[in-house]
């Protein structure tokens, strides 16, 4: 993989790398850029509710969701590059060679090892992703009317990233090592999350829907 930051390709090149053979970036990768967009129209929404006076009431709640915000895009941008990174490391784990006994055990310890890894990464982008959620879910009711359908957008985009994460989160648990915590953990906290994204997409759909008059 390319030292080069996910973050700072292109548009297209994001696009066009995803699209290619190589296993990395994957759906993980994808899921935290969806996670993270849908954290900057939270950022936008907060900056065009703060300092209008038709919204002084809600001036503080807009000013923190939207630096809560910066903070989750910083993080699930991170994030795509964590993910590239856990799965690449897999995948070179499983390279690795096993034609004696010793080199079988070494793989294994390394296979087990970045399969770890790999099933924390979008577990961390399951949760951020939630967080942006409810962010946004926050900013539907509260933030400018004018803005409103970008706040479903951030929903929907948040919630589409936290269940694609969750997806690599379940593909990796059956391979977890024995006894590793992860593998009655990571399954339980995706449908704890899974669970509550449904009612905050839904909350905030159906916020979205009333203040267009729907």
């Not at 849908?38 to 002084?56: H, K, N, Q």
Request: hydrophobic content about 55%; proline content about 4%.
């Amino acid at each position: 993989m390319s030292t080069t930051s996910l973050a700072d390709l292109t548009v297209r090149d994001f696009a066009e790398r995803l699209a290619s053979h190589a296993p990395v970036p994957g759906g993980g990768s994808a899921s935290a850029l969806a996670g993270a967009l849908g954290a900057a129209l939270v950022e936008m929404i907060c900056a065009l509710t703060t300092g209008r006076a038709e919204y002084a009431d809600v001036e503080a709640v807009a000013r923190q969701a939207g630096a809560a915000a910066a903070d989750l895009r910083s993080a699930l941008l991170v994030a795509a590059d964590d993910d590239a990174a856990a799965y690449e490391a897999v995948v070179m784990a499983r390279k690795l060679p096993r034609g004696t006994d010793d080199e079988k055990a070494a793989r294994a310890t390394a296979v087990a090892e970045a399969t770890v890894g790999a099933t924390e990464v979008p577990l961390r982008i399951a949760r951020l992703s939630s967080e942006v959620l409810e962010l946004a879910a926050s900013m539907a009711a509260l933030g400018n009317a004018r803005a409103v359908s970008d706040a479903g957008v951030a929903a929907l985009l948040a919630a589409a990233a936290l269940r694609g994460a969750a997806l690599n989160v379940m593909i990796n648990v059956p391979y977890l090592p024995d006894g590793h915590p992860l593998a009655s953990e990571a399954p339980a906290r995706v449908e704890e999350l899974e669970a509550a994204a449904a009612a905050r997409e839904g909350q905030a759909l159906a916020t979205v829907d009333q203040r267009l008059g729907g």
